[in-house]
């Protein structure tokens, strides 16, 4: 599977609400980092570290944001890895990294939105 399969099949993935469908996309092993994880948990780097910390933080992302959808708007490609821009439900611009292991499973993300700092 290509980088761009792998990142459509996310989208898609995300914009169908499955979360069982979200996670197998992800290595036991993940590294997820966002700005909105202090939200749901008081890790003071805003990393979570293991694919069940992962998983009920979508599952509560999902919970609270029922009409989440992702418009991809960009991919760009890395060695092992894809950047991707895409407009979020409420109009705002995010943008996602996603590191691949050998296995096509992602290893390491970080979520950037706009303006949320701010």
Excluded: C
């Amino acid at each position: 599977m290509t980088l761009q399969q792998l990142a459509h099949r996310w989208i898609a993935a995300w914009n169908s609400h499955d979360l069982a469908a979200i996670m197998a996309y992800y290595a036991e092993n993940i590294e997820h980092t966002s700005p909105k994880i202090a939200a749901y948990f008081n890790i003071a780097d805003s990393t979570l570290r293991s694919k069940e910390l992962l998983q009920s933080y979508f599952e509560q992302a999902l919970q609270n944001n029922p009409t989440l959808h992702f418009d991809l708007q960009h991919i760009l490609e890395g060695h092992n890895s894809v950047v991707l821009i895409y407009q979020r439900m409420n109009t705002a611009l995010a943008g996602e990294y996603l590191e691949f292991d050998e296995k096509g499973l992602i290893v390491r993300s970080k979520s950037h939105y706009k303006g949320i700092l701010n």
